[in-house]
């Protein structure tokens, strides 16, 4: 069968994304290059990076917004079937995993941007919101972050009663807790100030400080401590 004319083995060895990546390094791919890598074949009428660039102008060139994409949103591209979407998906996700890794490592946060940026790499670019805890030493020594609750796009389920006991269960000294706005507001809602009440008086009563409430989002974030607020009625 001959070759469509537009295939990637057509082209120049130097030139082909899996060659250049190995001959020059990742670094020298651009980033529709990179995707190309993980659609893995074209159709007859483009070549994988001709897809790869089609996603990506639709994201606006942007990475951040690559991340955003579902499934779904992936798989309705011209070329892309459900294997090679989840191939996309899968990398995109061990990125995520990396940054948080790298961030974690860090062990202690000193202050509310410290725990931005951590929380920041698993909920900037979700589009529903999700509800996490972190739990620190007495020295804010990070012991472990896990998700405990998600909701749809404008609210999320928190149970006071789940935080404090996985703090217990860690034998935490303190919780600092992190939720996402998709729709990008900065500013919490009364849900958010009645539940970071409730959080703050709980943690009080247990002598298991809740040390702020971070709002996420993929501009950035408003924190509940910084603004003197983590006990306003």
Not at 60 to 73: A, I, P
Not at 205 to 231: C, K, M, R, W
């Amino acid at each position: 069968m001959t070759e469509p004319s537009n295939s990637i083995r057509l082209w120049a060895p130097d030139e082909r994304p899996r060659e250049k990546l190995l001959q020059k390094g990742p670094s020298t791919l651009s980033d529709a290059e990179l995707l190309a890598i993980f659609i893995g074949t074209g159709t007859r009428d483009e070549s994988a990076v001709d897809i790869a660039r089609r996603i990506l102008a639709s994201c606006g060139n942007s990475v951040v917004e690559l991340g955003r994409l579902s499934l779904h949103d992936l798989t309705a591209f011209k070329g892309m079937g459900a294997a090679k979407g989840v191939s996309v998906l899968a990398a995109i996700e061990l990125s995520r995993r990396r940054r948080s890794g790298e961030v974690i490592e860090k062990k202690r946060v000193a202050t509310s941007r410290d725990v931005y940026e951590y929380f920041a790499e698993s909920m900037g670019d979700l589009v529903h919101e999700e509800f996490w805890a972190m739990f620190l030493t007495r020295n804010n020594k990070v012991i472990t972050t896990e998700k405990l609750g998600e909701g749809g796009f404008n609210s999320t389920v928190v149970d006071p009663k789940k935080v404090f006991a996985r703090a217990l269960g860690h034998n935490a000294s303190g919780v600092i807790v992190a939720h996402n706005h998709p729709s990008g507001n900065l500013s919490p809602s009364q849900e958010d100030r009645k539940i970071t009440r409730k959080l703050f008086l709980t943690g009080k009563n247990l002598d298991l400080p809740v040390l702020d409430h971070i709002i996420v989002t993929q501009q950035g974030y408003f924190s509940f401590a910084d603004e003197g607020i983590l006990d306003a009625e």
